[in-house]
């Protein structure tokens, strides 16, 4: 188990805009090589114990990392928050000291990126961002193995995330424009992504020479290989008085058979839980169309890629 020159200066794995095109292609890589012999590394953990810090629910998140650390050797402990809130009972700098005390990694899913930037901040062991209001890196990362398994070259690909600009769209768009992937963001108005991450993520796709269109308009979806879709409300941002308004507002960016045959797409994502007859249809969630599992199992494969690089140096 040799690891790649460019991870070897990865301490941690907070934000997209943190990964160099090299060094993402390179997680890929080894996010498919531990997928397809995962028995090579079953010991890159062995005596790590990783602390897993979830201020908000988790199915995948939990259970991928929590086995995927086992496939590894290594020990995980659930930390939830009926032992006191992250930065209530204790602040997050202190959250950070003392887990460093014990835990070799943490893995956090928080409510603000502030959290996450305070937990690597003072904490002396490598941190992974396993959501936040602003990114989902773990998930991105997740998704371009999964492409990267049906289109190797990935700079052939034209991908689509229609619905809400939020934490999943913008880790998507940043990790597209470093890889050099086409992107369409369609969103309604009033919930395209913040002007801070598209600025930031035109400058990526400036320097990888990839397109990247943000729109309001469906009708302007083009043709595209891949649409993927979310929530249109996200943890967090749950509002029953304003449930009719966005059901009304986002109807005409649901993810149908009607749309992927309009975009000629044959594939579509979902990162899940899926709210189903709302973002996307029952059916075009249950079809061939759609890889959701393969991308819901690599999140193992790509968490561990992350784990691996993480300790191996
Ligand atoms: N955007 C969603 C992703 C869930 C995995 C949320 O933050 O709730």
Redesign the pocket.
């Given at each position: 188990m040799s690891l790649n020159k460019a991870l070897q200066k990865m301490n941690n794995f907070l934000a997209d805009d943190q990964l160099k095109k090299n060094e993402l292609l390179a997680l890929i890589d080894l996010a498919i090589n531990i997928k397809q012999n995962p028995e090579e590394y079953s010991q890159a953990l062995a005596g790590k114990s990783v602390a897993m810090i979830f201020e908000?629910p988790?199915l995948?998140?939990h259970v991928s990392f929590d086995m995927g650390i086992n496939k590894l050797g290594g020990h995980a402990l659930y930390l939830g928050q009926q032992n006191g809130k992250l930065g209530e009972r204790e602040r997050v700098s202190d959250y950070a000291k003392n887990l460093s005390c014990f835990a070799d990694a943490i893995v956090a899913r928080v409510f603000s990126h502030d959290s996450i930037q305070g937990l690597a901040e003072h904490a002396s062991v490598p941190v992974i961002n396993a959501?936040c209001?602003l990114y989902?890196p773990c998930?991105a990362l997740a998704d371009f193995v999964t492409l990267s398994e049906t289109y190797p070259d990935l700079s052939q690909v034209k991908l689509a995330y229609v619905g809400?600009g939020?934490?999943?769209?913008n880790s998507l768009m940043i990790m597209a424009a470093t890889l050099g992937v086409d992107f369409t963001l369609v969103s309604p108005k009033g919930h395209e992504a913040a002007a801070d991450i598209v600025a930031k993520t035109k400058r990526l796709a400036q320097a990888s020479g990839s397109k990247l269109i943000l729109t309001t308009d469906i009708d302007a979806i083009g043709k595209q290989d891949v649409i993927y879709t979310?929530?249109w409300?996200?943890?967090?941002?749950e509002d029953a008085s304003k449930k009719a308004e966005i059901l009304a507002k986002f109807a005409p960016y649901q993810v149908n058979h009607a749309l992927m045959e309009k975009a000629q797409a044959n594939m579509v994502l979902h990162?899940?839980?899926a709210h189903l007859e709302e973002e996307i249809t029952t059916e075009l969630f249950d079809s061939e169309l759609s890889k959701v599992f393969q991308q819901a199992e690599n999140r193992m494969w790509a968490q561990n890629a992350v784990l691996v690089a993480l300790f191996s140096h």
């Amino acid at each position: 188990m040799s690891l790649n020159k460019a991870l070897q200066k990865m301490n941690n794995f907070l934000a997209d805009d943190q990964l160099k095109k090299n060094e993402l292609l390179a997680l890929i890589d080894l996010a498919i090589n531990i997928k397809q012999n995962p028995e090579e590394y079953s010991q890159a953990l062995a005596g790590k114990s990783v602390a897993m810090i979830f201020e908000k629910p988790s199915l995948r998140t939990h259970v991928s990392f929590d086995m995927g650390i086992n496939k590894l050797g290594g020990h995980a402990l659930y930390l939830g928050q009926q032992n006191g809130k992250l930065g209530e009972r204790e602040r997050v700098s202190d959250y950070a000291k003392n887990l460093s005390c014990f835990a070799d990694a943490i893995v956090a899913r928080v409510f603000s990126h502030d959290s996450i930037q305070g937990l690597a901040e003072h904490a002396s062991v490598p941190v992974i961002n396993a959501l936040c209001d602003l990114y989902h890196p773990c998930q991105a990362l997740a998704d371009f193995v999964t492409l990267s398994e049906t289109y190797p070259d990935l700079s052939q690909v034209k991908l689509a995330y229609v619905g809400d600009g939020n934490n999943v769209s913008n880790s998507l768009m940043i990790m597209a424009a470093t890889l050099g992937v086409d992107f369409t963001l369609v969103s309604p108005k009033g919930h395209e992504a913040a002007a801070d991450i598209v600025a930031k993520t035109k400058r990526l796709a400036q320097a990888s020479g990839s397109k990247l269109i943000l729109t309001t308009d469906i009708d302007a979806i083009g043709k595209q290989d891949v649409i993927y879709t979310d929530t249109w409300v996200s943890m967090g941002d749950e509002d029953a008085s304003k449930k009719a308004e966005i059901l009304a507002k986002f109807a005409p960016y649901q993810v149908n058979h009607a749309l992927m045959e309009k975009a000629q797409a044959n594939m579509v994502l979902h990162c899940q839980p899926a709210h189903l007859e709302e973002e996307i249809t029952t059916e075009l969630f249950d079809s061939e169309l759609s890889k959701v599992f393969q991308q819901a199992e690599n999140r193992m494969w790509a968490q561990n890629a992350v784990l691996v690089a993480l300790f191996s140096h």
